[in-house]
């Protein structure tokens, strides 16, 4: 299983960690070929906008390619360039 670098996962966790309940801070994720897609519970907290998927986008050289809700949790999909 591949994980990104800790400073990439620091970065994108500055970025979500403000749409997560209080102390929560997680960054749950799977990585397949040149994608990668980041979980979050819908009880964890909100939504992400779409400025702070673009930045999250940005930050992985990417493309966000879209979200779905499966299973009681937001599924975030981008295209990674990194």
């Not at 397949?32 to 819908?42: K, Y």
């Not at 964890?44 to 499966?70: C, H, P, R, W, Y």
Request: charged fraction near 25%; avoid cysteine; aromatic fraction near 10%.
């Amino acid at each position: 299983m591949t994980n990104l670098d800790n400073s990439i996962e620091d970065e994108i966790l500055a970025i979500v960690e403000k749409y997560q309940k209080e102390n929560t801070k997680l960054l749950n994720y799977l990585i397949t070929d040149d994608e990668i897609t980041f979980f979050s519970p819908i009880g964890n907290g909100s939504e992400i906008t779409a400025s702070d998927l673009q930045k999250v986008a940005d930050i992985l050289k990417g493309s966000f390619i879209g979200m779905e809700i499966v299973n009681q949790e937001y599924r975030f999909k981008f295209k990674m360039g990194i």
